[in-house]
């Protein structure tokens, strides 16, 4: 196969009038959704990879500053986005048949710019996490009439910048048919595998920090677990990688300090151990360009050429795609070594 | 491994400014799809203050996928492969039913080499379909016509190496080797042989001894004894004589073939080895001066010649590296002139000893992995595989595994086996194509827990056409179809929490289509109780918001539903409770439509008593017994009945004045436009003055009734 492969594709005009800050496809990756400084955020039909020309996608206004972060829920909630704002509000919008786009609510607990918002692993019911510069995190549990409870406290000191979910399942205990063994109790709600799943997420601040949350149902709170130490500067972003069918989990942290660090835990005992990605072994790209080779000649091993934005793991969990503030997106694997080897470099 | 690189096109930045984009405080920005392998790339600030509002841009999102989707003949080959991949599993699945040493019998070996021939004649097939000039009406070809030639010389080394006739593991390999050889790699061309043959002295043609000296050494007896027998018209007699000797040799050089046991076809080797040692002889009185025709030297090239049929080593290497042969050449020209019992386990010496002197073509894959394939290196031509083409790695490491070929230990940091690895890499690629995801997920499912949880991510994203534009048919039509096709493939791995999943949000989504029928069947069949009672809801909402009318339309969907239920065990008891009640309740409404007040009047009453009816439906169930309390002359219900419905209104009277009223009153407030439990109470007043006047009507009645009897 060719080394260097060409991506042709028709862009989806968002028509924003301002720059995007995300976009996140659906479940079935048929619909994108974008948010923009210019507050709005827009829902566009994806067919075969291109923007449905017929359909100039809907425009979501609500928000009265830049809207950071998109999510959607699990479709088997329905149609429902989260989005998040610079003017400190978590709006819930819902696709309803004949009413197009509405939304169906308003979560105004934070006092600063809310940055972040995940929606739980379906299993969990509809959860939705929301970090904030105020150095709160808050978790909103959604009821069937669409009300919902919101638990908030403080996760970081000077602001949280993003949240991410562990899947439902803890890793290892996934083979348990779930039918059979375990009677489900109505009462206790969506969730059908309770013994057996987890609400834990975890949470990048601009203390370095990321720290890990779990609910106790003992209590009916969220506790601090864990806090993982590393970055030298703010916690960007922070990815929880689905379940890949082994008894490990793995978190990917991009920050401020120009590095991504992939926290490795081999079960549920062990602790967290971090491994910083290594953009120099990308240097092994036959047609680097040029500005990459030198800017990656010019950083410390382990360190990436500017800030990192954003990681985004695949389906799978096998691949992750991260974002640095050089203009580039690159993809990484965790070869049978256990070492994470850059496989793709995308450049605008 | 060296990263790929890819651009965009059309590029997001026009090249030259990328330096201008990052000063300005942008960069990139990807998500992942969980669609198919791709991400969507789009431009984002690095700064707050990086937005720099600008009309003239778009603010595209690009979709590039890091692979390359496979198209036209690739799909098909993709798509037929898979079916012979699927046949071997099933044989594989069969032999864990039987003893364990069952996959090194005979039987067992003799499948797995038919399903591998299998395999080699499809990409044959495929070959020589990309090999014809034709215009093609699925686009133009992904592949070369010569990268399947690859895969199949490749795969069929493999089969001729690895994959013996069960029984013929230690028999002699020469004789396959060459004609594998032959077959791949034709030396020397039919053009050649033509011209040569067109010529009434060939040995004056430069090209003459090199041909001849191929023909032999490939063991193409009959182009050589032609043009052996061209040099008895040749000058000199004493090549002459010579010719006359060899010919004989040539024609009756011992075939493996033709022996039915080795003992005899080692004899004759050694018999027919005496001969050529004659010839030599016989040569070797010829005089020095006598070596020359015109040209050249015809004594050196006819001495490379029956050097070959001597079997020496160096002569068959030397003639090789003139012609331009390569180490194949050698090794497969040794099992037939220096050895010719030579076995398959001897061959990585051979091998190794030839590969040092002419070592195998870097810079390319094919002769790599036939390099790897020779020396007995499974592991190393399954990376070189890879690197051709991951289909060709994933096929080799499926066949090589239950051969014993490949450690069958995970290895400790991916807990993934090596056929595994190749297998899930293949499938990786294959799901670049959503449209193929049956494809994708019978790889994924053979590969053990980790194939198993990556497959489930796929499938329960299989797309249920929920959007109008891409059903063929009916919204309800297309979801029921998509869902059945997604149950059967679930139920053929037994994915049931899968299919639960899917289940579930196909009934979310015929909630949204108001298909309450197809909702609550999937409910069902997800066992997923909660939702069920959500749907039931939605229904009762149907009476809330739209009527009488509508209700009863919609409930009488899910009225089948209550039969399946009731024919099972079912613990969820509460909601099976709901069910019956929307459905009856709709049944009252379908009585009254039908003017059968008698058996509404009773179901009513029924529904109340047996407490089927949930407390906040006792008012609208009181509310709609009015109508019968006060209808014509004849006394619907009985004066116990009344007294029923006394009782409810007289509880929901007495808890709502202790503040529990919305436990009662929620759903009668709801039918109230702009009502509250204020306005709810009072419409409970008109059912108490309807049972007032009931009671005494029935008083009044009672007497008729008496006089009557």
């Known amino acids: 196969m060719a080394p260097a492969t060409v991506s042709d594709s028709v862009p989806i005009e968002t028509a924003h009038e301002d720059m995007i800050h995300d976009a996140q496809l659906d479940y079935y990756g048929k619909r994108l959704a974008t948010c923009s400084s210019d507050r709005t955020v827009k829902v566009f039909d994806v067919v075969e990879g291109e923007a449905q020309k017929t359909t100039s996608g809907h425009t979501l206004k609500g928000h009265t500053g830049p809207v950071w972060q998109v999510a959607w829920a699990h479709p088997k909630f329905g149609h429902i986005l989260a989005s998040c704002s610079y003017d400190g509000k978590v709006l819930i919008w819902k696709e309803q048949q004949g009413q197009g786009w509405t939304k169906v609510g308003e979560h105004t607990l934070h006092t600063a710019s809310v940055n972040s918002v995940s929606w739980a692993p379906h299993e969990l019911g509809a959860m939705l996490a929301c970090a904030s510069s105020d150095g709160k995190i808050s978790v909103l549990t959604f009821k069937d009439d669409g009300s919902w409870n919101a638990d908030i406290f403080n996760g970081h000191a000077i602001g949280c910048n993003a949240v991410s979910w562990a899947p439902a399942v803890i890793p290892g205990s996934l083979i348990t048919p779930q039918s059979q063994s375990q009677p489900t109790v109505p009462s206790q709600g969506s969730a059908p595998n309770q013994s057996n799943s987890v609400k834990r997420f975890a949470s990048a601040g601009c203390d370095n920090l990321v720290k890990i949350w779990g609910y106790r149902e003992d209590s009916q709170s969220w506790v601090e677990e864990e806090t993982l130490e590393g970055h030298t500067d703010w916690v960007r972003d922070v990815a929880w990688a689905p379940n890949i069918g082994l008894p490990r989990s793995y978190i990917a942290t991009a920050s401020q300090d120009k590095t991504v660090l992939i926290w490795t835990k081999e079960n549920a005992t062990a602790p967290w151990t971090k491994a910083a990605l290594d953009p120099s072994s990308a240097l092994a790209s036959p047609v680097a360009g040029a500005t990459m080779a030198t800017a990656v000649a010019n950083a410390p091993a382990g360190k990436f050429p500017d800030v990192v934005w954003r990681v985004s793991w695949s389906l799978a969990g096998n691949l992750l795609a991260v974002s640095c503030g050089d203009g580039k997106v690159t993809l990484w694997k965790e070869n049978l070594k256990g070492t994470w080897e850059c496989v793709s470099d995308m450049n605008s | ?709």
């Open chain 2, 1 to 709: 491994m060296g990263a790929q690189n890819i651009n965009l096109l059309p590029p997001l930045v026009e090249s030259g400014q990328f330096e201008q984009l990052v000063q300005s405080g942008q960069t990139i920005s990807a998500t992942t799809s969980p669609y198919d392998n791709s991400l969507a790339v789009f431009l984002s600030p690095t700064t707050v203050s990086g937005s720099n509002s600008n009309s003239d841009r778009e603010e595209p999102v690009y979709f590039a996928s890091y692979d390359v989707v496979p198209s036209s003949e690739r799909r098909l080959f993709i798509a037929d492969t898979q079916v012979i991949f699927s046949m071997f599993h099933g044989m594989l699945e069969s032999a864990k039913s039987r003893e364990p040493s069952w996959i090194q019998t005979p039987e067992a070996l003799e499948l797995m080499r038919k399903f591998s021939v299998d395999y080699v004649n499809f990409i044959k097939e495929c070959w020589i379909h990309a090999s014809q000039p034709m215009p093609r009406t699925d686009g133009p070809l992904q592949f070369s016509a010569d990268h399947y030639r690859s895969l199949y010389s490749c795969f069929s080394l493999f089969v001729v190496l690895y994959l013996p006739e069960p029984g013929y593991e230690d028999a002699p390999v020469g004789e396959d080797l060459m004609e594998w050889l032959n077959i791949h790699f034709i030396e020397p061309s039919t053009e050649e042989g033509d011209h040569l043959s067109s010529l009434d002295r060939p040995w004056e043609d430069e090209e003459f001894w090199p041909y001849l000296k191929r023909v032999t050494l490939r063991g193409l007896t009959k182009a050589s004894l032609f043009f052996f027998n061209t040099l008895l018209q040749h000058p000199s007699e004493d090549l002459q004589d010579l010719v006359r000797t060899i010919i004989p040799v040539v024609e009756s050089q011992p075939r493996l073939q033709n022996f039915s046991a080795e003992r005899d076809f080692a004899f004759a080797s050694r018999k027919w080895k005496d001969k050529v040692k004659a010839i030599r002889i016989e040569m070797d009185r010829v005089p020095e001066e006598s070596r020359f025709d015109d040209f050249e030297n015809w004594w050196d090239s006819l001495s490379d010649i029956v050097g070959i049929l001597e079997g020496r080593n160096p002569v068959i290497q030397r003639v090789c590296e003139e012609l331009g042969a390569d180490w194949k050449e050698v090794c497969s020209a040794w099992g037939i002139f220096v050895d010719s019992r030579l076995r398959r386990q001897d061959l990585v010496d051979v091998a190794a000893e030839v590969l040092e002197i002419m070592p195998a073509d870097p810079t390319n894959l094919e002769d790599m992995i036939h390099s790897a394939l020779f020396s007995g290196k499974p592991e190393q031509a399954l990376r070189y595989a890879s690197q051709l083409d991951a289909w060709l790695s994933a096929h080799f490491a499926d066949v090589m595994e239950p051969l014993g070929l490949l450690e069958t230990d995970e290895n400790s940091e991916s807990e993934l086996s090596k056929r595994d690895e190749y297998v899930l890499s293949y499938a990786e690629y294959l799901h670049s194509d959503p449209t193929q995801w049956k494809i994708t997920i019978a790889y994924m499912y053979s590969c053990g827990d980790i194939g198993r949880e990556r497959g489930d991510e796929i499938l329960v994203r299989v797309p249920l056409r929920l959007h109008p534009s891409e059903a063929p048919s009916t919204p309800e039509e297309a979801i029921a179809q998509a869902v059945k096709e997604v149950s059967e493939v679930c139920f053929n791995y037994q994915r049931e929490a899968v299919r639960r999943t899917v289940c579930r949000i196909a009934a979310q989504t015929c909630v949204r289509q108001k298909d309450y029928g197809l909702a609550v069947s999937y409910c069902i069949s997800a066992e997923d109780w909660v939702s069920l009672g959500r749907v039931i809801d939605s229904i009762l909402d149907e009476y809330v918001h739209n009527g009488a009318a509508e209700f009863a339309k919609q409930a009488s969907k899910i009225a089948p539903s209550v039969q399946e239920l009731q024919s099972r065990t079912v613990s969820e008891a509460i909601f099976v409770h709901r069910l019956i009640f929307a459905v009856r309740y709709s049944q009252i409404h379908k009585y009254k439509l039908e003017q059968d007040f008698v058996s509404a009047a009773s179901d009513i009453v029924t529904l109340l008593r047996e407490e089927i009816a949930p407390k906040s439906w006792w008012p609208v169930l009181l509310c709609d017994s009015v109508e019968l309390l006060q209808y014509g002359s004849t006394l619907l219900f009985a004066s116990s009945d009344a007294a029923e419905l006394l009782s409810k209104l007289e509880e929901i009277s007495i808890r709502a004045s202790q503040g529990s009223g919305d436990d009662y009153l929620s759903v009668l407030t709801r039918t109230i436009k702009g009502g509250g439990e204020k306005e709810a109470l009072e419409r409970l007043k008109v059912v108490r003055l309807a049972l007032a006047r009931y009671f005494a009507r029935c008083t009044i009645g009672s007497d008729r009734h008496a006089l009557s009897t």
